[in-house]
């Protein structure tokens, strides 16, 4: 089945650095892929639609150069956190659809603590 | 969006049935409802999809209303692992787009006790 790789799995990282989250489709190509962010027991909120070869669509409220998408080619999208600061930590998680007949497939998700 | 509405938390006995609810009384003609589940430090994981017949995998089966506003997640034997939260959502197909974005809702928290 179709499989989202994402890495790393966590980050620790000091506040004012940025941090880049990769999200890989490992068998199929992803011209769409989904950025996720979700709070200690909350539901996950939509960030942005990454678009390959396109700038990302961003949700409302969500500062598009603070969270930089990149998506340059069919199986790879990388989320960069700029300046990052102890309230962006968060769990990140990116999707994708493989095949349109089935769900959508989500990585692992990206532990990011900022310190 | 389409908004649907799931109870917060359910419980269960492992080897038993569960119903999981979903309501969605604006679902539109183009919606597809899709069912994820997600265990505690992981990303969601796809259970099932479902336009207007119901629909059965090797995961669970899925009971969709003639009217199409509310849809039941079916586990037939609940297990230990299934102890997950459940989301209901409503993916718009329109325009003919495959990858419209799914929103999440809060979720039903499914408890199994053994």
């Known amino acids: 089945g179709a499989v989202v790789s994402q890495h790393p799995s966590w980050v620790i990282c000091k506040s004012g650095t940025s941090v880049k989250i990769e999200c890989r489709s490992l068998d199929f190509q992803a011209t769409t892929m989904f950025w996720y962010r979700q709070f200690p027991k909350k539901s996950l909120m939509l960030m942005a639609t990454?678009?390959?070869?396109?700038?990302?669509?961003?949700e409302q409220g969500v500062e598009k150069d603070k969270f930089l998408i990149n998506h340059a080619s069919l199986t790879l999208s990388t989320l960069t956190v700029t300046s990052a600061h102890p309230e962006d930590s968060s769990f990140y998680i990116c999707?994708?659809?493989?095949?349109?007949?089935?769900?959508?497939?989500f990585g692992s998700g990206t532990r990011l603590t900022v310190v | 969006d389409a908004k649907t509405t799931q109870p917060n938390s359910m419980e269960s006995n492992e080897e038993e049935p569960v119903h999981l609810p979903c309501n969605h009384s604006t679902i539109s003609g183009t919606d597809y409802i899709h069912w994820y589940r997600q265990l505690p430090s992981q990303g969601p994981e796809y259970v099932i999809h479902g336009l207007t017949s119901n629909v059965n995998n090797r995961m669970a089966s899925l009971a969709i209303a003639e009217d199409r506003k509310s849809s039941t997640l079916i586990l037939h034997r609940a297990t230990l692992r299934d102890a997950a939260v459940y989301y209901c959502i409503l993916r718009s197909n329109a325009g003919g787009t495959s990858y419209g974005k799914l929103t999440f809702g809060q979720g039903t928290i499914l408890t199994v006790h053994p």
């Open positions: 999707s994708a659809n493989g095949d349109p007949n089935y769900g959508y497939t």
């Open positions: 990454s678009n390959e070869g396109s700038k990302a669509t961003y």
